[in-house]
């Protein structure tokens, strides 16, 4: 197998952590909404005459929740689009470049 490095490394490396890390901020952000689902629904069950008010803090704070998510999205898509592709010039140049290096392993 060719070795990783350069250009192939890099790229490899950037998608790897664009997503994991949006994948780890959705897991925990969907953990996160249960609970504060499951919390709510208990609390609604204990006093039903605070169900607005109950409802009222879980919206709220399924948004807060939920707005974290979206700053993953959007840092991982900084990561990958602004910070990390190469441009199509450096692309050609590292496949023109490793067009003759052996494939042995």
Do not use: C, D, H, K
Not at 16 to 26: E, K, P, R, T
Not at 47 to 75: D, W
């Amino acid at each position: 197998m060719q070795n990783l490095n350069g250009l192939s490394g890099y790229l490899i490396m950037l998608a790897a952590s664009a997503g994991f890390g949006l994948a780890i901020a959705a897991g925990f952000a969907a953990m996160a909404q249960g609970r504060i689902g499951s919390a709510a629904l208990e609390g609604i069950a204990r006093q039903p005459e605070a169900a607005g008010r109950i409802q009222t803090a879980m919206i709220i704070a399924l948004a807060l929740v939920e707005s974290l998510a979206i700053y993953a999205l959007l840092v991982s898509l900084i990561i990958l689009f602004v910070i990390g592709l190469p441009t199509g010039a450096e692309v050609m140049r590292a496949l023109t470049a490793g067009a003759g290096a052996p494939a042995g392993g």
